[in-house]
């Protein structure tokens, strides 16, 4: 876990907030070791397309794969046909 990762579950301590936003796996899982609740980036937009929140992922999925964010194709594809949206190719 980076500085910036430990000073964020401080501040997530002190304001008592409900989840804490991170996808970084090793620092995921340092953090839930130590009873914080978190949720990645992913499964929090699935969440809002799912209440209707957001209108589509595909568009929001193809802007992490062209700024290098890592997600496998294949996990993305399973979200989008879950919500039924075209498939990234």
Known sequence: MDPGESELIIL?????AGYF??????????AE????????TIRLLA???GKG?????????????????YYSTELLNKILE????????
């Open 82 to 89: 879950k919500y039924g949206e075209e498939k990234i190719s």
């Open 12 to 16: 997530f301590e002190e304001i008592n």
């Open 53 to 69: 929140i957001i209108n589509e992922l595909k568009p929001v999925f193809e802007i992490f794969l062209s700024n290098k964010r």
């Open 33 to 40: 070791s130590i009873g914080v609740k978190c949720i990645v």
């Open 21 to 30: 936003l991170i996808d970084d796996t090793k620092a995921r899982n340092i």
């Open 47 to 49: 969440f809002a397309k």
